[in-house]
């Protein structure tokens, strides 16, 4: 007697097509399309504080126009680095992070958005930490000498990023 023995393929399904990745359109400087407006974001609740006038918006809005992808695992920036720009996290969250002399890294802060990031280098000038993405995030850019300037005339936000 004889065996007889069937051999069959099975198919194996392919594995799922990766999700298409986001992309998003960064602003040209001076350009006001597709650029970052606090009197339009849906985040302003969060970053920014109640009661300001439509005037008060305006004028904001006119020091906040770049915003800038960060991949995770990038730094936004780095300790030692100039002082330039306060962040208001858009999407996406940070740690910041300092780097002791015997290379361990020690977290001091999570980020998420409506959170403001680089307010460690005022009174320095310089970063005193890095900034790192903890996923791809987007955050406005805010120079710093004009918003200092702004500070002066609208108390409300004066208050807001001294408290």
């Known amino acids: ?14 594995p799922p097509a990766p ?6 359109q960064i602003a040209e400087p001076g350009s006001r399309r597709n650029c970052a407006r606090c009197s339009t974001c849906s985040m302003q609740r969060i970053c920014m504080p109640a009661g300001l ?4 918006y305006e004028r ?3 020091i906040i126009c770049s915003t800038r992808i960060i991949r ?4 936004l920036y780095r300790a030692g680095d100039a002082f330039q720009n306060v962040y208001a996290v858009r ?18 802060g999570f980020h998420l958005a409506g959170d403001a990031l680089g307010l460690d280098g005022v009174s320095s000038d310089h970063h005193g930490c890095d900034a790192i993405a903890l996923e791809d995030s987007i955050v406005c850019i ?5 918003l200092e300037l702004l500070c ?8 807001h990023f001294t408290v």
């Open 1 to 14: 007697m004889y065996a007889v023995s069937e051999s069959r393929t099975v198919a194996t399904p392919a």
């Open 19 to 24: 999700a298409p990745r986001r992309t998003f």
């Open 53 to 56: 006038s439509a005037t008060e």
């Open 60 to 62: 904001l809005d006119s």
């Open 72 to 75: 995770r695992g990038e730094a």
């Open 91 to 108: 999407t996406g969250c940070f740690k910041t992070v300092v780097m002791h002399r015997d290379g361990l890294e020690q977290v001091t």
């Open 142 to 146: 805010i120079p710093f000498d004009l």
């Open 152 to 159: 002066r005339e609208v108390k409300a936000i004066q208050h």
